[in-house]
């Protein structure tokens, strides 16, 4: 197991940022760690790269501890966190060469960092300071470090942000390749990234984590709506007490949304309840969730 995370608890004073939380993460997972900001998503990555201790219970990278054998978890762990720290005032290859010293590459150093310049996409760049970079060229230094020196697991907290559409494929295409034959956790606001590079996503929210599975079960478990359109006004109390309905929503004008796990037999009460109570259906469509849709009822 490349993860193994068990009632992992962490205090600040009297605030729990995470709260018992416990998964396991395997070679050739690329996993999304989604949550609203404030979640426990940072606090947990920092606990599993060693960089704060956990106040209860225990994790695991590659079978080390993360407390009893520290370097051991660094060595096999490139971690790329919220805030990239680098040095301004130092060139990218400066940069990259005082990261390899860290980890003592040795003589395959020079060759291993002009292979990352160049999967990095840093190439055009490579002769700059980095205080000089746009946002997306430095967090490619970022990202760059922490696959320096091949660790068997990825944890990138928010790795796209600042980069361009362009700059987006480029690296998405990059941390795929990785997760073939490496355990990458990622954290990220944005949905699309997540639906494009994840196999399994885990929703963290109030310090617990409560979804863990891949993005097509969340979606078939989650409710999807139907959009129906009345020619005369309706309100949300008759609306919810019709059965297979769970949350009605009022959209503008006589538009409500329907959130319902049996469409079908949501449709047939709806007509049901256009012949009772007299109240035409102008128009009646079905929506599936999307990942987006799924994060907001969940953490809301």
């Not at 920092?46 to 054998?69: H, M, N, Q, R, W």
């Not at 996409?121 to 020196?149: C, D, F, M, N, W």
């Amino acid at each position: 197991m490349s993860i193994k995370v068990s009632q992992l608890t962490k205090l600040y004073g009297e605030q729990k940022a995470v709260d018992g939380i416990s998964f396991e993460l395997r070679k050739g997972e690329i996993v999304g760690f989604l949550g609203p900001n404030g979640a426990g998503k940072s606090t947990t990555m920092k606990i599993i790269t060693g960089y704060l201790p956990p106040t209860e219970g225990e994790a695991a990278v590659c079978g080390f501890d993360v407390l009893k054998s520290t370097m051991e978890v660094r060595r096999r762990v490139g971690y790329l966190p919220e805030a990239n720290p680098l040095y301004p005032d130092m060139y990218i290859r400066e940069f990259l060469e005082f990261s390899a010293g860290m980890h003592k590459l040795g003589a395959q150093s020079g060759q291993l960092i002009s292979d990352m310049i160049r999967r990095t996409g840093l190439t055009p760049e490579q002769h700059k300071k980095i205080g000089a970079l746009s946002k997306g060229y430095k967090q490619r230094v970022g990202l760059a470090q922490a696959l320096l020196h091949n660790p068997e697991v990825l944890i990138l907290d928010e790795p796209t942000s600042g980069l361009d559409p362009n700059q987006l494929v480029e690296i998405r295409h990059l941390i795929r390749e990785l997760g073939q034959d490496k355990t990458v956790m990622l954290s990220t606001h944005i949905m699309q990234e997540v639906e494009a590079m994840c196999s399994r996503v885990m929703i963290i929210n109030k310090g617990k984590i409560i979804a863990d599975d891949a993005i097509s079960a969340l979606r078939q478990g989650a409710s999807g709506y139907i959009q129906v359109t009345f020619g005369e006004a309706a309100t949300v109390e008759e609306l919810e007490q019709l059965p297979g309905v769970t949350r009605a929503v009022a959209a503008e004008g006589h538009v409500w949304r329907l959130y319902t796990q049996d469409a079908e037999t949501v449709r047939k009460n709806l007509m049901q309840f256009s012949l009772i109570n007299n109240r035409n259906i102008l128009s009646l469509h079905s929506n599936s969730q999307s990942l987006e849709d799924v994060f907001r009822e969940l953490t809301n």
